[in-house]
């Protein structure tokens, strides 16, 4: 499963890209709206830090027309920007536009199947689901992804399932354990998937247990053995 970040915060995505296992980036208006920047100069550094991810950028017409227009601008700032599209009827038409003139479209605001299969039969790239706000108001999110994505494996349907607005590691592990083609989720979450009691512990169990016999061990890129003959 790839991993996305869902975040525009500069600091935030060069963390995550230093890791090495960062595939990309979702923006939405308003965590764009949250940095304070110009759009394209702000999603432009987005792309330069990601390099080789791809990075999710939203129109805000509601319009068809509007929306072609934004996207093919947006399209044009660099070659991994998706254009992202809600899940509308203007949305979808824009999309049908896009798609032709070789446009990758992510559908966003998807919260049931019968729009994942719109969105699929329209030629998507991506198709979002958002798991944590149909949990919000007491849905089952992650039975949301499940069922696109056996509506998706039963047709074959290339468009990837990029399973959004993810709150918490159990949702990232569910949705990997579905085969969801991306997961999307904040920097916090992001990094509570590196962590274990245990391995503090143990990480810390270990450190002790060398500083005691540090004498004896040396560093090392400077061996006791080598320090003692004097070499
Ligand atoms: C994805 O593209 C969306 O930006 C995002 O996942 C929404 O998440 P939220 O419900 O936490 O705002």
Redesign the pocket.
């Known amino acids: 499963m790839k991993f996305f970040l869902?975040t525009a915060n500069l600091d935030e995505i060069r963390q995550a890209a230093a890791l090495g296992v960062l595939d990309g980036i979702?923006t939405?208006p308003t965590?764009v709206a949250k940095e304070k920047r110009p759009f394209r100069e702000h999603i432009l550094e987005i792309c330069e830090i990601v390099k080789n991810g791809v990075v999710?950028a939203e129109v805000v017409s509601t319009d068809t027309e509007g929306m072609v227009r934004e996207g093919r601008e947006l399209a044009s700032w660099h070659p991994n920007i998706v254009v992202k599209v809600p899940m509308t009827p203007d949305g979808v038409r824009a999309m049908n536009v896009l798609t032709r003139e070789g446009i990758r479209i992510n559908v966003?605001l998807v919260f049931s199947p019968t729009q994942a299969l719109i969105v699929a039969k329209a030629g998507a790239y991506f198709v979002?689901p958002?798991l944590?706000?149909l949990d919000d108001i007491a849905q089952d999110g992650l039975q949301l992804v499940r069922e696109i994505l056996q509506i998706y494996r039963a047709y074959n349907f290339e468009t990837q399932v990029l399973a959004?607005?993810l709150?918490h590691p159990i949702h990232v592990v569910e949705v990997a354990k579905m085969g969801a083609h991306i997961g999307?989720m904040?920097f916090k979450v992001f990094e509570q998937l590196f962590k274990h009691p245990l391995t503090d512990r143990g990480l810390e169990a270990f450190l002790k247990d060398w500083e005691k016999a540090r004498e004896v061990l040396g560093d090392i890129t400077e061996p006791a053995t080598a320090r003692k003959v004097g070499r």
Do not use: E, M
């Open positions: 869902d979702t939405n965590l999710n966003t979002s958002f944590g706000r959004a607005s709150r999307t904040p």
